[in-house]
């Protein structure tokens, strides 16, 4: 079945460093990638997407890789700040399953000033 | 930011009563979702629609249904509330084919005591 894999489930950093989170999943047929930022009390919100069309992608200090051979796709996260604390998830679109959008289990990262 | 609301924010209620969750979205989105957050931080997706009379469900089984009969409106109902269905409940809606932002609401935290 689907399933989408997300690693670390937690994730302390030092302000100033980088953050790292990373995502397999078990389609190979999927072919559209987001990561999702949830703050307190608030929805997710979309941060950054990828499809399998390209390798890579990036927005200021976050950036996305996506290896389709591996099925795995990582969340970058430089320079991070106070307010990068929250809940991220990845996503996957399962197109086998009727295009449904399957999300990991989160990573709560802690930015420690 | 999103066109969508969800109400109560926050339900508080006895055991054995029938609940709606309400959303709605201003954006036009063929597709809505509902999800069962976890404390523990996971998304678990319960219904889904691709339109206008079109209910699935999701990958976690649930006792609530729900309706379409407009585009705008996705309601979520219990018939009978028990203490298990205490959760917070997140509604999301996006375009077409499910391979673009999907815009969440801020939720809805429902205790059943």
């Known amino acids: 079945g689907e399933n989408v894999e997300q690693h670390p489930s937690t994730l302390s950093v030092q302000e100033g460093d980088s953050a790292v989170i990373k995502c397999t999943y078990s389609?190979?047929?999927?072919?559209?990638f987001p990561w999702y930022k949830q703050e307190l009390g608030k929805g997710p919100q979309l941060i950054i997407d990828?499809?399998?069309?390209?390798g890579e992608k990036k927005d200021q200090r976050i950036a996305v890789t996506l290896n389709k051979t591996a099925k795995h796709f990582s969340l970058h996260i430089t320079e991070t700040q106070p307010e990068d604390s929250a809940v991220y998830f990845c996503?996957?679109?399962?197109?086998?399953?009727?295009?449904?959008?399957?999300f990991g289990g989160g990573t709560r990262v802690l930015v420690k000033p | 930011e999103a066109d969508i609301y969800q109400t109560p924010r926050y339900l508080v209620i006895g055991t054995g009563k029938k609940i709606t969750l309400e959303c709605s979205q201003t954006?036009?989105?063929?597709?809505m979702y509902w999800y069962q957050q976890d404390p523990g931080m996971e998304l678990h997706l319960i219904h889904y629609?691709?339109?206008?009379?079109s209910t699935e469900k999701g990958d976690l089984s649930s006792e609530s249904t729900v309706s379409r009969i407009r585009t705008e409106h996705f309601p979520l109902t219990l018939e009978s509330a028990r203490p298990s269905h205490t959760s917070q409940y997140l509604c999301?809606?996006?375009w077409g084919q499910g391979d673009t932002e999907a815009f969440f609401g801020q939720g809805t935290r429902l205790t059943v005591v």
């Open positions: 999301a809606s996006s």
């Open positions: 389609d190979s047929a999927s072919n559209y």
């Open positions: 990828i499809r399998s069309n390209v």
């Open positions: 996503a996957a679109l399962f197109k086998a399953a009727g295009n449904k959008l399957t």
């Open positions: 954006m036009g989105h063929d597709k």
């Open positions: 629609s691709y339109g206008v009379n």
